[in-house]
């Protein structure tokens, strides 16, 4: 079976590089960053000095790369639906596996509900990862969630590799949530390093912000388990603790009042946005996400928002 990935950032280039000993094609838009990379062997711009193996091609022709068998959807989140949609007749009835990680701005939808459009039982690959990691060959746990058991086994012996383990989960929209949530929190996180306010204020912010995915992903039906796996307290850990991870150091930067080079993407900024409306439609009580969405949107400061966390009527743990 052949694979392809659809998008050439560092979390797709990463992907095909780790699985290029089966036959990969990586898809790009820019027919110049194509022949770049073609030439170099590398993205230079994404993963500098990873070098392609040989078993990975890379075109601009979104025809060749869809004539796989299996595709790796690693578009930006906010730029999927659009992109499912211009390409409806190359992607319909495909085996689609969504790779990028966030709740779309304008339907607040996930990548498993826009991916439904096309696909009877689309996957979900997410967890702790950090794109360099994975593109080095180091040891990599991740979730592969889909709701279909046999196509999720299938997917899990197709993308498994000796350094790259995946589990296998049948409940795609809570390991979705669980990888969209958590960046929330990875940039409220690095928003508290970066103001000096410690690390103990870090803990205390992770562990409620933990309980504001939960309380949200069982209101839209996901399983509480899935969320104390890989894809949501897995990944929830590594991106609230390094500087390696884009929602953290956006959220340092935040914090710092420094300045962020908007050309860099962060899911997690877009994300609060979308939750924090989604939360406020249904009612649901997720402080942290209120602030974070304030903060990028320059409604609030970090003090102010630390402010109106802190002052919050005190409660029973919950």
């Known amino acids: 079976m052949t694979i392809a990935v659809l998008g050439a950032g560092a979390f797709g280039t990463a992907l095909a590089i780790a ?7 990586l898809w790009a838009r820019d027919a110049a960053a194509v022949q770049a990379m073609q030439d170099a062997r590398e993205n230079a711009a994404r993963l500098p000095k990873i070098p392609f193996p040989d078993g990975l091609t890379i075109t601009a022709d979104l025809g060749q790369a869809c004539a796989a068998d299996t595709i790796l ?24 596996v969504g790779c990028s990680k966030g709740i779309d701005m304008d339907s607040l939808r996930g990548s498993t509900a826009i991916l439904s459009d096309l696909t009877a039982s689309p996957a979900v690959l997410t967890g702790p990862s950090f794109a360099i990691d994975i593109a080095r060959g180091l040891p990599t ?8 058991k046999s196509l999720g086994e299938r997917l899990q ?14 409940d795609p929209q809570g390991a979705e949530l669980g990888g969209a949530l958590k960046n929330v929190i990875a940039i ?42 890989l894809s ?12 390696t991870s884009r929602n953290y150091a956006y959220g340092f930067a935040l914090g710092k009042g420094a300045e962020w080079d908007a050309k860099i993407t962060v899911e997690g ?46 409660k029973e743990e919950s």
Not at 232 to 243: Q, R, V, W
């Open 19 to 25: 699985l290029s000993d089966q036959g990969v094609t």
């Open 73 to 96: 959807m690693a578009v930006p989140m906010q730029a999927t639906a659009k992109f499912a949609e211009m390409n409806a007749a190359l992607l319909r009835d495909k085996v689609i």
């Open 141 to 148: 746990a991740l979730t592969l969630a889909c709701a279909d």
């Open 157 to 170: 012996q197709q993308l498994s590799t000796p350094v790259l383990r995946l589990y296998r989960s049948g």
């Open 188 to 229: 409220a996180s690095g928003a508290v390093i970066g103001a000096g306010l410690g690390d103990s204020a870090r803990a205390a912010l992770m562990t409620r912000g933990f309980t504001e995915m939960q309380r949200l992903a069982q209101a839209l039906g996901a399983r509480p388990e899935t969320l104390l796996g």
């Open 232 to 243: 949501g307290f897995g990944d929830l850990t590594l991106t609230c603790t390094s500087p």
């Open 269 to 314: 900024a877009a994300t609060a946005r979308a939750v924090a409306r989604l939360a406020q439609a249904r009612q649901i009580d997720m402080p942290i996400t209120q602030v974070v969405a304030a903060l990028v949107e320059g409604r609030l400061d970090v003090a102010q928002g630390m402010q109106m966390l802190l002052s919050r009527p005190l």
